[in-house]
């Protein structure tokens, strides 16, 4: 229906734009009962559009300024907790926090956005399949 489109087109311009979104948002969207193309829509945005946007700005932006300025360890370990803390949700701060220290880890390793996009983008399958099965 509009009305969950409208809801999608909502939580992508707050979550890319205005950061007020928190977490579980993205789960009632999914949990919600949605058409074949509300859930298509989703599937787009949170698996493919999200990690692509993060990753670009986390690992292509975030990282290498922090790495400038204070070398590798520094920076893995505050552009992570910089990842974590811009999901703003405490209960999966551990969480957010160790899959950015991966990510900027395998950045590091291969200087190449590719692989971490593709690692970002496979978590958020992993957790959309999981939540649209099991709704």
Not at 24 to 43: A, M, Q, W
Not at 104 to 125: G, R
Request: with cysteine.
């Amino acid at each position: 229906t509009i009305g969950t489109l409208n809801r999608s087109y909502s939580f992508l311009y707050n979550l890319i734009f205005r950061r007020q979104m928190p977490i579980d948002i993205p789960s009632k969207l999914i949990l919600s009962k949605n058409t074949l193309g509300e859930s298509i829509s989703l599937f787009l945005a949170i698996v493919i559009l999200v990690p692509i946007i993060e990753e670009i700005f986390f690992r292509g932006f975030v990282y290498p300024c922090f790495k400038k300025y204070m070398g590798v360890l520094g920076a893995i370990i505050i552009s992570a907790i910089f990842f974590s803390l811009f999901h703003f949700n405490l209960i999966y701060f551990v969480p957010l926090l160790v899959i950015g220290i991966v990510l900027a880890y395998v950045y590091e390793k291969t200087n190449s956005l590719i692989p971490v996009t593709t690692i970002h983008i496979l978590n958020n399958f992993l957790i959309f399949a999981l939540l649209y099965i099991f709704k």
